[in-house]
């Protein structure tokens, strides 16, 4: 009787090894089948964050058109890039012509230094603005103290050093003049120089 036992479980086992696993793994497919097809999550909808580049950029601008809000303020911020020697690096205080002759407009650091001292003896200065141009003029009698031409870019003043380069020369006194002076005058700086009378060298009374 037990080995009969012995014969039918043996019989069983050989059945489950042959016939029981495939089963088992078609249960086991169609398990997995169903948790794979089940219901998406929803996808977010939240907006996109602006990048850290586009955010700093952003600030810098706010930073750079609140310290440069009048033209007085771009002259205050030149004289001291002046003084530290960076005006080379200081791209926003330049309109983006001036930006390309930097390297040759600003060759030396007592260039720099010599033009700071310039600055601090033709004070007080006063800015004139018309639409998008202005103009830092100093007193007339200081004949050494040239004008200051900017114009108003990306929402800031900055220094048109290009138009001052072109239009203004100096004499062996060190006294300004205008080269050109006729384009210049009939340009957008030219309201600015309204009250003065120019004789035919440039030079202004």
Known sequence: MRRL?????????????FYGRPYYMAWQYQKQ???????????????????????????????????QETP??????????????????RHDLFTLETQL?????YKSGAQMDNEALAIERCLPARAL??????V????????ECPPYFLKRQESSWRMDM???RDHI?????????FMGGASLLAGGYGFAFSDVIFDEYGYPH
């Open 129 to 134: 603005q018309n639409g998008g141009f202005a």
């Open 136 to 143: 830092i003029r100093f007193g007339l009698e200081r004949r």
């Open 72 to 89: 007085l303020d771009v002259l205050q911020n030149y004289s001291l890039a002046l003084i530290k020697n960076e005006v080379s690096y």
């Open 5 to 17: 036992l012995f014969v039918f479980f043996m019989m069983f086992v050989i059945w489950l090894v």
């Open 33 to 67: 089948t169903q948790e794979n097809t089940g219901p998406a999550p929803e996808a977010s909808i939240e907006a996109p964050m602006p990048s850290y580049v586009a955010q700093y950029k952003a600030a810098q601008d706010e930073r750079i058109a609140a310290a």
């Open 169 to 177: 020369g100096f004499n062996a006194q060190n006294q300004w003049y």
């Open 101 to 105: 002759l930097l390297s040759r407009l």
């Open 162 to 164: 290009l138009t001052s």
